[in-house]
């Protein structure tokens, strides 16, 4: 894939943390960058959609009585 270049400023306490935590895990501050985002960008999605997931499940009764064909003058 064709790399891009992208400039960014930020403060150097965010400069300086980007820099500690890429060392840390013995890659490059545009390694790590890259890879915040596309973990943000897979992450996001995938936490929305369990979330919804989960609440439909927990309240699936709540809302078959609410919203179900069985609810009177509704049918």
């Known amino acids: 894939m064709?790399?891009?270049q992208l400039n960014v400023r930020v403060d150097e306490v965010t400069a300086r943390a980007a820099r500690e935590r890429a060392g840390a895990r013995g890659m490059?501050?545009?390694?790590?960058?890259?890879?915040?985002v596309r973990q943000d960008v897979g992450e996001a999605g995938q936490t929305f959609v369990q979330a919804a997931a989960d609440f439909m499940k927990q309240y699936e009764s709540v809302f078959a009585e609410e919203f179900g064909p069985e609810r009177e003058g509704h049918r």
């Open 28 to 36: 490059s501050v545009n390694k790590y960058i890259e890879e915040l």
């Open 2 to 4: 064709a790399k891009t």
